[in-house]
């Protein structure tokens, strides 16, 4: 079994910032790629920003230069650093780890998603 499980969400003004944390646990071999998506109400869900085990980083469009997604491979830990903060960002943030597990079985795990509200 893997879990993932967000903290880090919250209520913050205009202009504000947040650091989400994302951890993964359970019988995870590797770590290949991990991702940070958003859903607002009414919405599918969006990738914000993704992170391979080499590095490579994709971001949407819309947080580029506002954003950083980092991860910590020792702890199995990814971030979503978060400024300039807009109502826009309004959304439950999900973190999905991309893992081979002990089993030797590949797969997305998803966590449950953490609220963060954009608002004066």
């Known amino acids: 079994q893997v879990q993932v499980v967000e903290s880090g969400g919250g209520l913050v003004q205009p202009g504000g910032s947040l650091r989400l944390s994302c951890v993964a646990s359970g019988s995870i071999f590797s770590i290949y790629t991990m991702g940070w998506y958003r859903q607002a109400p009414g919405k599918q869900r969006d990738l914000v920003a993704r992170?391979?085990?080499?590095?490579?980083?994709n971001y949407a469009d819309s947080v580029k230069g506002r954003f950083t997604i980092s991860r910590d491979d020792a702890k199995k830990m990814a971030y979503l650093q978060m400024n300039s903060l807009k109502p826009d960002d309004t959304a439950v943030y999900f973190c999905?780890?991309?893992?081979?597990?002990?089993?030797?079985?590949?797969?997305?795990?998803w966590g449950q998603g953490t609220q963060v509200t954009v608002s004066s």
């Open positions: 992170i391979t085990s080499l590095g490579t980083l």
């Open positions: 999905k780890a991309s893992v081979s597990t002990n089993w030797g079985t590949v797969g997305d795990y």
